[in-house]
């Protein structure tokens, strides 16, 4: 099995780190051909917005789009889970808009206001998360499962083979939340 993060920005060596010491071939995705390369999908935290105008410019959207349509898992971590919103609170900017979620940008404040929290994820347990610059969940729609919440703010949700997290699990040295979307990948 072999697991691809898209590069286009942000932390792309931390997520391949994990998929690799969980036995899991990683594969940096740069351009969409690239997509039928693999299982299952992470798109990394990093701008959203600068993210997504990479993806309009390289051809991205309408892949990552027919690569879900094939059923295939996608892992949205922090600016990748604006990404897959179906819709965000404030502004305009490029969004595959594959879940049924309202996601607000910066939510929790700028870099200074970014911080560590104990969670309970459902189907995890406790986890250490780390939020830089996290948006988190407005609103979710049928069909979309939060696995956790920081404040009563909801920060982790599943809808089907989609999952996204307002937090960066790439940047701890906690392999489960990478292991729970391999299981994803594995059961698509």
């Not at 299952?40 to 959203?48: A, N, R, T, V």
């Not at 305009?92 to 879940?99: E, Y």
């Not at 560590?116 to 994820?121: K, M, P, Y």
């Amino acid at each position: 099995m072999k697991i691809g993060v898209l590069a286009l920005q942000g932390a792309v060596r931390e997520h391949i780190k994990h998929i690799e010491r969980l036995g899991v071939t990683g594969k940096i995705i740069k351009w969409p051909h690239e997509l039928g390369e693999v299982a299952g999908l992470i798109i990394p935290g990093g701008e959203s917005t600068a993210i997504g105008k990479l993806m309009v410019e390289y051809g991205f959207i309408d892949a990552i789009r027919d690569f879900h349509a094939k059923g295939k898992p996608i892992y949205g971590t922090c600016a990748g889970m604006i990404l897959l919103a179906k819709k965000i609170t404030e502004g305009d900017q490029p969004l595959l808009s594959l879940m049924d979620i309202e996601a607000r940008r910066n939510a929790f404040g700028r870099q200074r206001e970014s911080f560590e929290a104990d969670l309970d994820i459902k189907g995890i347990g406790p986890f250490k998360a780390v939020f830089i610059r996290a948006p988190w969940i407005e609103s979710i729609g049928d069909g979309v499962d939060v696995l956790a919440e920081f404040d009563n703010i909801k920060v982790m949700a599943r809808q089907g083979s989609l999952l996204a997290s307002a937090f960066h699990p790439e940047l701890t040295g906690d392999l489960r939340v990478h292991k729970y979307f391999l299981e994803m990948v594995k059961e698509a």
